[in-house]
């Protein structure tokens, strides 16, 4: 099976997940392109300057995925396969829903390519010629020192992503807004926790308030275990009593969302699950988010004009869409910064 | 009449009404509640558009971080004498809680100790002196119950050789402070005499020290011989003015006359039923400087009048590479 009958394979399956932006087969064959210079290049040599070279994919890809949403469980199983490795992966201990049903969705080429368990298989450290891990800073720390310094080792830790509408005097943006927050919980890594907001922005929070339930009502939230239901409720409580003395604080909620307004420039806490922030846009943003500038993910903007995309792009964001867009990556992003096939493969050059 | 002659009639009144037991909690605590309302400017605010509560359960209770936020006082606050700071793990301002006196304080700790079967002799403390921590509440607390001689904090040495020939003893600590003493201790042993007790309270705060009660209470048994009923855990916290106790594993901890935990769910807010967890209030009256009605960061559950602390259980938080900004800084 060459890279476009895998491409052909992996997109029907894909295609059964239409809430996670599936790749075609085509988009899958233009990320080879452009991050490893050729759509071939993994099945034989190619021009390569004045020789030859090839692409050679890990044999094994051990892959540990993080329990918050299923999008980089569905994405990086992808890619180990359109590389056509085989693939180890470590589904969370508390699984990860419809995802675990992905590989009875492959043909048997692919699908006798991934083992798949909730338990991390005793000897597939050893197996592995690539690791991809997802998880906490702690997770990815203890992996990273149990991985031989001759592996190449992928991580994907914690990020923290806002939204900035610059302009939006029509309110446009609200709805978008309220999906990117609202969809998987909140627990993606791009998962905006505050918006950030030029002009009128609590006239903005009042409007995405009505657009969260709205949403809500849509698509209700998931039940929560207790202690994050606790968490919650304190951060709300907490907010109401900050709203009950100031004049510039404001807290909207309904089942299972919450939107709160608040002028200062300090970065809030989040418990996460639909709890947005929402203030003004200052000229201090930068340095507001310098705190994270390590731990920065993605940026929505509003409008979506290069200007805007410009003005963020050195800030330490690794992606920057329009509201609305945020949790719909294209296959070909490069998540954490990174091109996430050319850092798995190594290059065997052939000069005739 | 007077804010400070009604506030000086109401802390008697209190005082009285708990050396006689504190039966009818309800209304003391809803007059405690309105003369909060009516003095104390924050809570007047955070109360502002909510109805007047006729139950106990539905006085408003203010989140602890409120204590950060805000100056909690229903006294003007130049009569401030004294105020205790909270020790927490996530930096940040401290908890401060404001008194104008420190009589109801005084009579919550020792009553609330003797009342929870407590003996009020031979006490000793692993804890600092209150007048070598002026904000510790917890000092003053033990400031209280243990002769200035008998506080041993940072003296190991000096608390071994005391309890090797010490006759029934009480010792009162932090949990942590015990560890670092039975630590220190290095495989020594010391078997306390019958009817000793060891309390203690306050968990690992400010370090990333964790031990479950199961193992603290062994070490209990290993280093002091003090089986598990022995000892002894008090629920209090810089917020409040009166401790809950319990002793042993898996008991609920129970409440004075003139205070009351209730478990609540954290989506409505109601309380839960006979079993169930939740998130725990608590409904001090002796609390009259502050606020009466406080919602911890605790988890419990309810156990008939009593509650069972279950703590915050962050381990159940799931967290994926979306971090809340206050673990990624912390």
Same mark, same amino acid.
């Given at each position: 099976?060459?890279?476009?009958?895998?491409?052909?394979?992996?997109?029907?399956?894909?295609?059964?997940?239409?809430? %996670?932006?599936?790749?075609?087969?085509?988009?899958?064959?233009?990320?080879?392109?452009?991050?490893?210079?050729?759509?071939?290049?993994?099945?034989?040599?190619?021009?390569?300057?004045?020789?030859?070279s090839?692409?050679?994919?890990?044999?094994?890809?051990?892959?540990?995925?993080?329990?918050?949403?299923?999008?980089?469980? =569905?994405?990086?199983?992808?890619?180990?396969?359109l590389?056509?490795?085989?693939?180890?992966?470590?589904?969370?201990?508390?699984?990860?829903?419809?995802?675990?049903?992905?590989?009875?969705? %492959?043909?048997?080429?692919?699908?006798?390519? %991934?083992?798949?368990?909730?338990?991390?298989?005793?000897?597939?450290?050893?197996?592995?010629? /690539?690791?991809?891990?997802?998880?906490?800073?702690?997770?990815?720390?203890?992996?990273?020192?149990?991985?031989?310094?001759?592996?190449?080792?992928?991580?994907?830790?914690?990020?923290?992503?806002?939204?900035?509408?610059?302009?939006?005097?029509?309110?446009?943006?609200?709805?978008?807004?309220?999906r990117?927050?609202?969809?998987?919980?909140?627990?993606?890594?791009?998962?905006?926790?505050?918006? =950030?907001?030029?002009?009128?922005?609590?006239?903005?929070?009042?409007?995405?308030?009505?657009?969260?339930?709205?949403?809500?009502?849509?698509?209700?939230?998931?039940?929560?275990?207790?202690?994050?239901?606790?968490?919650?409720?304190?951060? +709300?409580?907490?907010?109401? &009593?900050?709203?009950?003395?100031?004049?510039?604080?404001?807290?909207?909620?309904?089942?299972?969302?919450?939107?709160?307004?608040?002028k200062?420039?300090?970065?809030?806490?989040?418990?996460?699950h639909?709890?947005? &922030?929402?203030?003004?846009?200052?000229?201090?943003?930068?340095?507001?988010?310098?705190? &994270? /500038?390590?731990?920065?993910?993605?940026?929505?903007?509003?409008?979506?004009?290069?200007?805007?995309?410009?003005?963020?792009?050195?800030?330490?964001?690794?992606?920057?869409?329009?509201i609305?867009?945020m949790?719909?990556?294209?296959?070909?992003?490069?998540?954490?910064s990174r091109?996430?096939? /050319?850092?798995?493969? +190594?290059?065997?050059? &052939?000069?005739? | 009449m007077?804010?400070?002659?009604?506030?000086?009639?109401?802390?008697?009144?209190?005082?009285?009404?708990?050396?006689?037991?504190?039966?009818?909690? @309800?209304?003391?605590?809803?007059?405690?509640?309105?003369?909060?309302?009516?003095?104390?400017?924050?809570?007047? !605010?955070?109360?502002?558009?909510l109805?007047?509560?006729?139950?106990?359960?539905?006085?408003?209770?203010?989140?602890?971080?409120?204590?950060?936020?805000?100056?909690?006082?229903?006294?003007?606050?130049?009569?401030?004498?004294?105020?205790? @700071?909270?020790?927490?793990?996530? *930096?940040?301002?401290?908890?401060?809680?404001?008194?104008?006196?420190?009589?109801?304080?005084?009579?919550?700790?020792?009553?609330?100790?003797?009342?929870? *079967?407590?003996?009020?002799?031979?006490?000793?403390?692993?804890?600092?002196?209150a007048?070598?921590?002026?904000?510790?509440?917890?000092?003053?607390?033990?400031?209280?119950?243990?002769?200035?001689?008998?506080?041993?904090?940072?003296r190991? *040495?000096?608390?071994?050789?005391?309890?090797?020939?010490?006759?029934?003893?009480?010792?009162?600590?932090?949990?942590?402070?015990?560890?670092?003493?039975?630590?220190?201790?290095?495989?020594?042993?010391?078997?306390?005499?019958?009817?000793?007790?060891?309390?203690?309270?306050?968990?690992?705060?400010?370090?990333?020290?964790?031990?479950?009660?199961? @193992?603290?209470?062994?070490?209990?048994?290993?280093?002091?011989?003090?089986p598990?009923?022995? $000892?002894?855990?008090?629920?209090?916290?810089?917020e409040?003015?009166?401790?809950f106790?319990?002793?042993?594993?898996?008991?609920?901890?129970?409440?004075?006359?003139?205070?009351?935990?209730?478990? $609540?769910?954290?989506?409505?807010?109601?309380?839960?039923?006979?079993?169930?967890?939740?998130?725990?209030?608590?409904? !001090?009256?002796?609390?009259?400087?502050?606020?009466?009605?406080?919602?911890?960061?605790?988890?419990?559950?309810?156990?008939?009048? !009593?509650?069972?602390?279950?703590?915050?259980?962050?381990?159940?938080?799931?967290?994926?590479?979306?971090?809340?900004? !206050? @673990?990624?800084?912390?």
């Amino acid at each position: 099976m060459n890279t476009a009958d895998r491409a052909e394979s992996l997109a029907r399956a894909a295609a059964h997940f239409p809430e %996670l932006s599936p790749p075609t087969a085509r988009d899958m064959i233009e990320s080879v392109r452009l991050e490893l210079g050729h759509e071939e290049i993994l099945d034989g040599f190619q021009m390569y300057g004045g020789h030859l070279s090839m692409a050679v994919a890990p044999r094994t890809i051990l892959h540990i995925l993080s329990g918050n949403t299923p999008h980089a469980a =569905f994405q990086t199983m992808l890619r180990g396969l359109l590389l056509g490795s085989h693939n180890l992966v470590k589904f969370p201990s508390g699984g990860l829903g419809k995802m675990e049903g992905f590989p009875g969705l %492959l043909p048997a080429g692919l699908s006798s390519r %991934l083992e798949c368990s909730r338990q991390l298989g005793e000897d597939w450290p050893r197996r592995a010629e /690539a690791w991809v891990v997802f998880g906490s800073d702690v997770t990815v720390a203890e992996f990273r020192a149990k991985c031989p310094p001759q592996i190449p080792f992928q991580a994907h830790g914690h990020r923290v992503s806002v939204g900035v509408v610059s302009d939006d005097p029509g309110l446009e943006s609200c709805a978008l807004a309220a999906r990117d927050v609202s969809l998987f919980e909140q627990q993606g890594c791009l998962s905006p926790q505050v918006i =950030f907001v030029g002009g009128d922005a609590f006239r903005y929070a009042e409007a995405l308030a009505r657009e969260m339930e709205r949403f809500a009502a849509a698509s209700p939230a998931p039940p929560l275990p207790l202690a994050v239901e606790a968490e919650i409720a304190h951060a +709300r409580a907490d907010w109401d &009593f900050r709203a009950s003395g100031d004049r510039g604080v404001r807290v909207w909620k309904g089942t299972g969302w919450t939107v709160v307004f608040e002028k200062s420039e300090e970065f809030p806490d989040s418990p996460l699950h639909r709890f947005v &922030f929402v203030k003004p846009l200052s000229e201090n943003l930068p340095s507001c988010l310098a705190r &994270f /500038a390590n731990h920065l993910g993605g940026l929505g903007v509003w409008p979506g004009t290069p200007a805007n995309a410009m003005r963020f792009a050195g800030a330490g964001f690794s992606r920057i869409c329009l509201i609305g867009r945020m949790q719909d990556t294209p296959f070909t992003w490069h998540s954490d910064s990174r091109q996430n096939l /050319a850092s798995l493969v +190594r290059w065997v050059d &052939f000069e005739p | 009449m007077q804010h400070t002659d009604h506030y000086a009639d109401l802390e008697t009144e209190i005082s009285r009404w708990m050396a006689a037991g504190g039966g009818g909690f @309800e209304d003391r605590l809803l007059d405690v509640h309105r003369f909060q309302r009516a003095h104390n400017p924050a809570y007047r !605010d955070f109360c502002s558009g909510l109805p007047e509560p006729t139950c106990w359960q539905g006085i408003p209770a203010v989140p602890v971080s409120a204590f950060k936020t805000a100056g909690l006082r229903s006294f003007p606050e130049e009569q401030t004498i004294r105020t205790f @700071e909270t020790s927490g793990t996530t *930096g940040g301002s401290p908890g401060r809680h404001h008194f104008c006196s420190l009589s109801l304080y005084l009579h919550a700790a020792t009553r609330g100790w003797i009342r929870a *079967g407590l003996p009020a002799e031979n006490v000793v403390a692993i804890i600092p002196h209150a007048a070598g921590a002026p904000y510790s509440s917890l000092s003053q607390m033990a400031s209280w119950l243990v002769p200035q001689d008998r506080f041993f904090f940072s003296r190991r *040495g000096e608390l071994l050789a005391f309890l090797e020939t010490a006759g029934k003893t009480v010792i009162f600590g932090t949990a942590l402070a015990f560890l670092d003493f039975f630590e220190w201790m290095n495989g020594r042993r010391v078997v306390l005499p019958a009817g000793s007790l060891a309390v203690e309270t306050g968990g690992y705060k400010g370090t990333r020290r964790e031990m479950p009660k199961s @193992e603290l209470y062994h070490l209990f048994q290993e280093r002091l011989g003090l089986p598990p009923d022995s $000892v002894w855990n008090e629920y209090g916290m810089t917020e409040l003015i009166s401790q809950f106790y319990t002793n042993g594993l898996g008991r609920p901890h129970r409440a004075p006359p003139w205070a009351r935990g209730l478990v $609540v769910s954290p989506s409505t807010g109601i309380e839960v039923g006979e079993g169930e967890a939740g998130i725990l209030k608590i409904f !001090d009256a002796a609390n009259l400087g502050s606020v009466c009605a406080i919602q911890t960061r605790d988890l419990a559950i309810r156990r008939g009048r !009593d509650f069972e602390l279950i703590g915050r259980d962050p381990a159940a938080i799931p967290r994926g590479c979306s971090l809340a900004a !206050d @673990e990624l800084l912390s």
